[in-house]
Every structure is written in structure tokens, then in C-alpha cells.
């Protein structure tokens, strides 16, 4: 009895080995067709997101187009498709550029509320994505959006906080020519020529060390027009 019954203490300690390597490649195996599952969805799911981004971006190019043509409302229809397909697919890019062309007519249509609640939300994108000369773009226009009403101070506001943004970007350039634009809404809009002829100097400086001979004809000639 004391050897059978060692033997079937073995027998039973064996048995427990077996099933366990066979647990264990079950759970294995198991594991495996998860993870390839996984790899399967996830690898469908980046095909159907490059389709859509591709078709984001097919209806932004031809709202441009329409834009240039003076096709203004076909334009507006391909632009919130193109964000609505870019809001499903994640495509954060292409929702800020999308809706930076919306603001834009708004602001041609005078919309300009509604103008720059889309460019606000255009810039906290474009600042997430780290996309610093659309990030300029967008403010400059959040600015004209105010130059649109007329409410040129505030426009001043908005130019001058664009420089600051300007200059942790190293935009020598955007920085001139927004000082030219303070210049000209000082000069024929404010009446404040001292203020007006200060931004020209300064935007003048910039554009002769870029080079930019256009910007450095243009306000050579309003500064002489102005003594």
C-alpha cells in the first residue's frame, strides 16, 4: 500500500505538471489570438482613419478652390464636411485648418463674433500641435476681425499680443509686417502719425536685415509721404 500509494502520489503530482504546462499554453494561445485580434482591429483602424484623413483633406482643397472661384457657399459646405469627417477621424490638424477658413468668410460677411470664436478655438489647436506660424496666422486674423468692426484699439491689442507670440516663435518677418499693419491703422485710422511713423521704423529695420526689398519700398514710401 505505502508503494502504491507513492505511486499514486506521483502519478498525481505528474497529472498536476501536465495540466499546468497545458494551462498555461492554453492561456498562451489564448493570449496570442487576442493580441493578434488586437493587432488586426488596430491596424483596420489606421487604414479607415488614412482614408479619412485623405477625405478631409480632398474637401478642404476643393473649398479652397471654390473660395478662389467666389463660390463662397459651395465652399462653406465642402469645409464642414471636411471637419466633420476630421472631428471623427481625430484629425486635430485639419479641424484647425478647416474651421481658420470658415473664419474667415464669417469675417468677410461680416460675422465676426462667430469669426473668432473659430479662430480661438484654431489656436488652442495649432498651440497643441506645437504649429507656430499657424498659430500667427490665426491670430492676425482674430485681429482683423476687429479692424472688420472698426475697433481699431482693440485690433492694437490684438497685433501687439501677436508680436509677443511672434517673438518666442523667432518670426522676425511676421513681426514686421504686423508692425506694418499697426502703422497704417494708427496713421488713417487713429490719427496718431508719432505712433504710426515709430511701428514703420520699426517694421523698416526688420525688413532691411530679412532683405524683404517690398515691405522696405512700401514704408519708404509712407514715411516720405509723411514729412
Keep these: ?41 488596430l491596424i483596420a483602424s489606421c487604414s479607415v482613419r488614412s482614408v479619412q484623413i485623405k477625405r478631409a483633406e480632398e474637401y478642404y482643397k476643393k473649398g479652397q478652390g471654390l473660395v478662389s472661384t467666389g463660390d463662397i457657399d459651395r465652399a462653406i459646405i465642402n469645409f464642414e464636411k471636411s471637419i466633420r469627417i476630421s472631428r471623427d477621424a481625430g484629425f486635430r490638424e485639419g479641424i484647425a485648418h478647416n474651421i481658420n ?21 484654431a489656436v488652442v489647436i495649432y498651440k497643441e500641435l506645437d504649429m507656430k506660424p499657424e498659430v500667427s496666422k490665426a491670430m492676425d486674423n482674430i485681429a482683423l476681425t476687429y479692424v472688420k468692426e472698426q475697433r481699431f484699439k482693440e485690433a492694437i491689442d490684438r497685433y501687439n499680443e501677436l508680436i509677443e507670440w511672434d517673438k518666442t516663435a523667432d518670426n522676425e518677418i511676421g513681426i514686421g509686417i504686423t508692425r506694418y499693419n ?32 517690398e515691405y522696405i519700398q512700401m514704408i519708404q514710401n509712407r514715411l516720405n509721404k509723411s514729412r
Design 1 to 41: 500500500m505505502m508503494i502504491d500509494d507513492c505511486r499514486l502520489m506521483n502519478e498525481i503530482i505528474m497529472k498536476d505538471r501536465i495540466n499546468n504546462t497545458d494551462t498555461i499554453f492554453v492561456r498562451s494561445s489564448r493570449y496570442r489570438m487576442a493580441f493578434l485580434f488586437l493587432s488586426i482591429f
Design 101 to 121: 477658413e470658415l473664419a474667415i468668410i464669417h469675417t468677410g460677411k461680416g460675422e465676426t463674433e462667430k469669426a473668432r470664436e473659430l479662430l480661438s478655438e
Design 182 to 213: 499697426m502703422a497704417l491703422i494708427y496713421y488713417q485710422y487713429l490719427g496718431m502719425e508719432d505712433k504710426a511713423k515709430e511701428c514703420f521704423i520699426k517694421a523698416l529695420i526688420i525688413f532691411k536685415k530679412t532683405g524683404n526689398e
